[in-house]
């Protein structure tokens, strides 16, 4: 089963609470929460105040992305925020071993974040801290922006060094995920697929989510 991770990002903040229950309803077990800070991505949204707010109104598993800056200084807020899953970006960490092995102290799950300019080889030596990798298919910073289609082939490699390392991490991928794209995406090897603009961006959430979902699962 491959699974869609809607991006709070793209939820209409005066329905927010009828979109959550919708894509509950849907079966939707994944919340993708995407943090900027202004400084690693030229955009800001929101922190883990507003997530601590969302925890008790639902169940799905929170999947933080932190566009941010040496994101240690705030991992214990997003642990206590009751995110599950938090992903930090490789070129935002000076130390990347440690940010990682912190993120699991704190009982969160760790994810490794590559922009679409990064190599895999970033992640030669962190694999097996990690319990996700997110591969951008955008430059990370606003939703609704175009696929870059050589995140496609970086799928299809990190599929395959998950196979040599003999590693179960989640594959994720971020940025320009459309009904239109997510079987192949899939196929690539994309486990976990984010969609912003193509699910909380559309009018009628539920059918756009069952879309995608579909599409993902084809
Ligand atoms: C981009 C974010 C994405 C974004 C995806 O910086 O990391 O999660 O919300 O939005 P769409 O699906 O519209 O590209
Ligand atoms: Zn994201």
């Known amino acids: 089963m491959n699974y869609i ?6 939820a209409d903040i005066w329905q927010v609470a009828q979109q959550i229950s919708t894509l509950e309803q849907e079966g939707c077990r994944y919340l ?13 949204s929101f922190g883990p105040g507003w997530i601590k707010g969302l925890r008790p109104h639902t169940e799905m598993i929170f999947d933080a992305h932190l566009m941010v800056e040496e994101p240690d200084r705030f991992l214990p807020a997003f642990a206590e925020a009751g995110c599950q899953i938090c992903t930090i970006h ?16 704190l009982g969160m799950q760790p994810g490794v974040a590559l922009n679409p300019a ?8 962190v694999h097996d801290l990690v319990d996700l990798v997110l591969i951008m ?4 910073g606003f939703g609704g922006q175009k696929f870059i289609p050589q995140a496609q082939q970086k799928l299809k490699q990190l599929w395959d060094l998950r196979e040599m390392w003999g590693k ?20 690539a090897g994309a486990d976990l697929l984010v969609a912003g603009s193509a699910v909380l961006g559309k009018a009628d959430i539920a059918a756009a989510y069952r879309e995608v979902h579909a599409a993902a699962n084809a």
């Open 5 to 10: 991770a809607p991006s709070f990002l793209s």
């Open 32 to 44: 993708h929460l995407d943090v900027m800070d202004g400084t690693f991505v030229p955009n800001i």
């Open 90 to 105: 490789a070129e935002a960490c000076r130390h990347l071993d440690r940010s990682l092995r912190l993120i699991r102290e």
């Open 118 to 125: 990064t190599p895999l080889s970033a992640i030669e030596y």
């Open 137 to 140: 298919s955008v430059n990370p």
């Open 168 to 187: 179960d991490f989640l594959i994720e991928v971020d940025g320009g995920v459309t009904a239109g794209n997510a079987t192949e995406l899939a196929h």
